[in-house]
């Protein structure tokens, strides 16, 4: 049974930092592209950012500079730092594990709520 289990949310104010982690189970966690998507109230859902099993990384354009993503092979965990958090980074950031080849694995966390509001 997969489990992607999302952690470290919260409300903080504007300039604020947070970290996100997800914690994963059932996968060969190595072989993922692991990825952060977040989803405000009334938006579609968007890919934050993303991080391959050969370490390449991709960002959306609005927290370049300010979020970094990485991950721990052997805790099965990947991170979302968060720095100079926006108001506009409320939402629900939910973590994805993707993994695609001869068949496509596509798994989502529950998701952790964000709150930067002063």
């Known amino acids: 049974q997969v489990q992607l289990v999302e952690s470290g949310g919260g409300l903080v104010q504007p300039g604020g930092s947070l970290r996100l982690s997800c914690a994963a189970s059932?996968?060969?966690?190595?072989?993922?592209?692991m990825g952060w998507y977040r989803q405000a109230p009334g938006k579609q859902r968007e890919l934050v950012a993303a991080?391959?099993?050969?370490?390449?990384?991709n960002y959306v354009d609005s927290v370049k500079g300010r979020f970094t993503i990485s991950r721990d092979n052997a805790k099965n965990t990947v991170y979302l730092q968060m720095n100079s958090l926006k108001p506009e980074d409320t939402a629900v950031y939910y973590c994805?594990?993707?993994?695609?080849?001869?068949?496509?694995?596509?798994?989502w966390g529950q998701g952790t709520q964000v709150t930067v509001s002063s």
């Open positions: 994805n594990a993707y993994l695609s080849g001869s068949s496509r694995y596509d798994y």
């Open positions: 059932g996968i060969i966690f190595s072989i993922y592209r």
């Open positions: 991080l391959t099993s050969g370490g390449s990384t």
